[in-house]
């Protein structure tokens, strides 16, 4: 996955493909750092934890949400190129309608994990059911907007820095619920710690691994 980060970068910074083409590389590489992520759930047994409000923490904060943010990453692509062109034609309005409902999708299901979590453990709604409201309040309206100006509509007017801004101001809310919940998942280490008996791999290396490559 490193070797293939790299050479996104390189290709983008020589210039090297072309919009398109580095659009393809990245979403795929980033289709393999989930695949990956859920890959390393299921080794370390995580998947399968016998602390029920651990299991569903894990599964919101280092699956769903970062396939949630990376559908958003990708709508705000394919919408910013839309916007600046000034036009949009029914396979790309397809295109992004897609992904919306991919995003909407992953944040049910983000939201769901979260909730469940929550009413098993009262400390982890305490300190993260406020930031996941507002990371699900941003998203429900970056949908909106999406859908209300390049989907839903005829000609576009909306300009794509403010387009652009708005997901990215989505994706950084994301973002910080993110780093809240790996702080929690880390004061959760002694539960993780009885499930991996004798791998050699510390709690607290696995979270931050995990972390890392969901980023």
Not at 8 to 14: A, S
Not at 129 to 156: M, P, W
Not at 192 to 206: D, N
């Amino acid at each position: 996955v490193k070797q293939d980060w790299q050479q996104v970068l390189g290709n983008l910074k020589g210039r090297s493909v072309d919009g398109p083409q580095n659009f393809a590389a990245h979403t795929s590489l980033i289709a393999k750092q989930l695949r990956l992520v859920e890959g390393l759930l299921t080794y370390f047994g995580l998947e399968n934890d016998s602390d029920p409000a651990l299991f569903h923490l894990v599964r919101a904060s280092l699956y769903e949400a970062p396939a949630l943010t990376e559908y958003l990453g990708q709508a705000r692509a394919l919408g910013n190129v839309a916007l600046t062109r000034g036009s949009a034609n029914a396979a790309d309005r397809q295109r992004i309608a897609a992904l919306v409902e991919r995003v909407d999708e992953r944040a049910e299901s983000m939201k769901r994990e979260f909730g469940m979590a929550f009413e098993r453990n009262a400390d982890a709604r305490a300190q993260l059911e406020g930031a996941l409201l507002t990371a699900l309040k941003k998203v429900s309206a970056t949908t909106q907007l999406t859908q209300k100006e390049i989907i839903g509509v005829d000609t576009l007017s909306y300009t794509a820095r403010d387009y652009f801004a708005n997901y990215t101001d989505t994706i950084d809310t994301q973002f910080k619920l993110n780093d809240s919940a790996a702080k929690v998942l880390g004061k959760e280490a002694d539960s993780i710690a009885s499930q991996l008996r004798k791998e050699q791999l510390s709690v607290t290396g696995l979270i931050v691994l995990l972390t890392v490559v969901a980023a």
